[in-house]
């Protein structure tokens, strides 16, 4: 139902891309909208040398339907992550198209790149509710961006298409590490 924990969901991931290229997760519209959460480890896992120019927009990863609230229960650790030599990836693009992702809710991190190389992190809320303005109630999830021996990623841009809602994470909004 797109709001409650199934206890019998012993999904590791929801969906894992590894070493394919040029795929689209979400949409848009509403209706195009993929609502991933509450798998055990991750939302969204991309990995691999082969793995470029994956598109992940306009979905709500961590959190319910509504945008509204994490669904409890779930144990899912980490939103979108980003490995081992995938390179040239886009998590978001322009919210006014609706192409920004909604990444709240997961219990450690939200966006975590480790290995990966020039991945775009563009017009998404990550830490709020849907509404960019309101706090996810019991929200847990640590990190908004983390950023582990990665390079050449963007986060953001110049204009405000580009720019991502972070906010309301109990750690950091966006932490860079060099391994």
Do not use: C
């Not at 322009?94 to 992702?101: F, K, R």
């Not at 966006?111 to 190389?117: C, Q």
């Amino acid at each position: 139902d797109g709001t409650s924990y199934l206890a019998s969901n012993l999904q590791t991931i929801g969906i894992f891309i590894t070493g394919s290229p040029n795929n689209t997760i979400g949409g848009n519209s509403a209706g195009a909208r993929n609502i991933i959460s509450a798998n055990e480890t991750y939302g969204v896992q991309i990995t691999g040398a082969g793995a470029t120019g994956n598109l992940i927009k306009g979905n709500y990863i961590g959190i319910d339907k509504n945008g509204t609230t994490f669904i409890f229960g779930s144990s899912q650790d980490y939103g979108i992550h980003v490995n081992t030599s995938a390179s040239s990836n886009t998590i978001g693009g322009d919210p006014a198209l609706g192409e920004g992702n909604v990444i709240s809710g997961n219990s450690d991190r939200g966006v975590w790149l480790t290995g990966s190389s020039a991945t775009t992190i563009r017009g998404n809320i990550i830490g709020p509710q849907a509404n960019g303005t309101s706090y996810v109630a019991s929200n847990v999830q640590g990190y908004g961006i983390f950023i582990d021996g990665s390079a050449n990623n963007i986060v953001g841009g110049s204009g405000a298409t580009s720019r991502n809602t972070i906010s309301g994470n109990a750690a950091y909004g966006i932490f860079l590490s060099a391994a």
